[in-house]
């Protein structure tokens, strides 16, 4: 192939890259637009880029004029709890199917995998009627029961990998110095697996914070929202505020950006490791 | 389990429990209701699906080629995947809106169409106003296990197929497409059966309407169960997806079994 044909599909590639990443930027840039608009300016019909007068009223008024403060507690309560007991027991389920033989080892591994397959929307009316006999209806423990319970198979899945990955000769070496399984466990090869210990916590995290349909079902009154129901009933809303629901959204991007930014390579081996192997 | 012992009663789940066998999944058949709204997810979950392959698979490509910038470009492609779909439903909302929204106004600007299109309440138009919304959550995904799975192509394929003086289009087809087979099959079926029990995105921007043209088979189901407080109907309902789901998953496995020997 000539040097000039290479050149003119690079051409074409960049071209499409760019025109493909402005796709994803354009609505974002429009969501800070709107967000720094006024009320008036939001219904003219002319459609400005540039806020005539930008302001940040809309920042202020999530939490003043809406309980996005309580909402946002909430999520940060729920999920967190949910995802360090999701992986607490990830991690040790994920070591012990790494490292012994046990009957029904591999359906394990076909039955997490299987549970991918089942349709929340069809475990949410068991787990409705479940918490409504435990009285545990709109709290936010069965938030966090209930996200532990969707988040568990997939962080087992992810943290079999990783412990896969450490070669079981540390295990005997261990063995023959005398340090019995619970302490090689922690001090040995749990170690040795925390870059992936931190990518399945961040993407167990992700999914438990952009969680809706459990959360919209299992909770009704407005101190046990969580930020995307709190975001969705507004959404629905006869007269939408949009300056002010995009400065919520906005601030909801905010610790998934910032975990994004700082460990996008984790994340995407984390995210591919599981699936191609 | 307690969902298929469920789909045999006729109860509201407090105090009224007749056992009635078949007769939800009987009326079920039966209610053309919900037989559209499978039928309206299978052609949104396959839109869906389609468009994330598409759209997945060919930025992968353009990343893979190692062009410069090829970082800054995979950071901004990944973000929608970031993104609660609570929130793509609400950018896509105030976009679609048809007299403040951006799409009217960037349309008509370029002259494609005359005057504003209600996207979302013109029932021709709605169901794949929202599958664009969806393909523009669900088209990261796609992308990063594709890329994942081109770094496992041996280069020296590539090497030999130039010496074979194969084109472009002639690589992808002998080396590329072989290669990343599995991963691509292991997408299609996961993504299909995500997406067949989508709920959030569609939920929010149409709430199933409008005439019920996005009346996916979770919105359904949502709405016999806490909207009715049919609950029998609403579990027997789900069961029809799980099966739908696990064959499925039966021909993902048995595709996947073929693939390895």
Redesign the interface.
């Known amino acids: 192939m000539t040097r000039n044909a290479t050149r003119s599909?690079?051409g074409v590639?960049?071209g499409?890259?760019v025109l493909?990443?402005l796709?994803?930027?354009?609505?974002?840039a429009?969501?800070l637009s709107?967000a720094l608009k006024s009320s008036d300016e939001?219904?003219?019909?002319t459609?400005r880029w540039l806020p005539l007068n930008p302001s940040l009223d809309a920042f202020a008024r999530v939490f003043t004029d809406y309980p996005f403060a309580t909402y946002f507690m909430n999520s940060i309560v729920v999920v967190t709890a949910s995802t360090v007991i999701a992986i607490a027991f990830a991690t040790f389920a994920g070591y012990g199917v790494s490292r012994f033989e046990f009957r029904g080892r591999g359906s394990l591994m076909t039955f997490l995998l299987?549970t991918?397959?089942?349709?929340?929307?069809?475990?949410?009316?068991?787990y409705?009627?479940?918490f409504?006999t435990l009285g545990l209806i709109d709290t936010r423990t069965a938030l966090v029961i209930a996200y532990v319970s969707f988040q568990l198979p997939l962080c087992t899945w992810m943290m079999v990998g990783y412990f896969r990955s450490v070669p079981t000769e540390l295990d005997d070496a261990a063995a023959v110095d005398g340090s019995g399984r619970i302490r090689t466990f922690f001090q040995i090869i749990l170690p040795l697996t925390m870059p992936g210990v931190a990518a399945t916590a961040i993407y167990a995290f992700?999914s438990g914070?952009?969680e809706?349909?459990f959360a919209l079902?299992l909770t009704s009154s407005e101190d046990k929202k969580t930020?995307?129901v709190g975001?969705?009933q507004l959404?629905?809303q006869y007269r939408i505020e949009?300056n002010d629901?995009?400065a919520a959204?906005l601030y909801?991007?905010v610790p998934?950006?910032l975990i994004?930014i700082f460990l996008?390579k984790r994340i995407?081996s984390g995210?591919?490791a599981g699936?191609?192997k | 389990m307690y969902g298929i012992g469920l789909s045999l009663f006729d109860t509201n789940l407090v105090n009224r429990w007749d056992f009635v066998g078949l007769d939800n999944y009987g009326r079920l058949a039966r209610d053309s209701g919900f037989l559209d709204s499978i039928v309206i997810t299978f052609a949104f979950a396959f839109m869906v699906v389609a468009g994330n392959l598409v759209v997945g698979t060919g930025l992968a490509l353009l990343l893979n080629r190692g062009l410069r910038f090829t970082t800054f470009f995979r950071a901004v492609l990944i973000l929608p995947w970031l993104f609660p779909e609570v929130v793509v439903a609400l950018i896509w909302k105030w976009m679609y809106n048809p007299v403040y929204g951006l799409f009217n106004h960037d349309l008509q600007a370029m002259g494609v169409i005359d005057e504003p299109v209600a996207w979302l309440d013109d029932p021709n138009l709605a169901l794949v106003a929202v599958a664009l919304a969806a393909i523009w959550k669900g088209y990261p995904l796609v992308m990063v296990l594709v890329l994942a799975g081109l770094q496992t192509v041996p280069k020296e394929l590539y090497e030999a197929a130039s010496l074979d003086r194969a084109g472009g289009f002639g690589k992808f087809r002998h080396v590329t497409l072989p290669g990343i087979r599995p991963v691509l099959l292991a997408v299609i079926v996961l993504e299909t059966a995500w997406w067949f029990k989508h709920f959030t995105i569609v939920w929010l921007l149409t709430n199933g309407g409008p005439a019920g043209a996005t009346n996916v088979v979770s919105i359904d189901i949502y709405e016999r169960a806490f909207k009715n407080f049919q609950w029998g109907d609403a579990a027997a309902s789900a069961v029809v997806v799980l099966i739908i789901c696990l064959a499925l998953s039966a021909i993902y496995q048995k595709v996947l079994h073929r693939d390895d020997s």
């Not at chain 1, 939001?42 to 019909?45: A, I, K, T």
């Not at chain 1, 991918?116 to 068991?126: A, D, G, K, R, T």
């Open positions: 599909g690079s590639a960049y499409l890259l493909s990443s796709v994803v930027l354009v609505p974002v429009w969501m709107t939001l219904f003219s019909q459609v299987l991918q397959m089942f349709p929340s929307i069809m475990l949410l009316i068991p409705f009627k479940l409504q992700i914070w952009n809706y349909l079902v930020v995307p975001i969705g959404i629905g949009w629901l995009m959204s909801a991007l998934l950006t994004f996008q995407i995210m591919t699936a191609v």
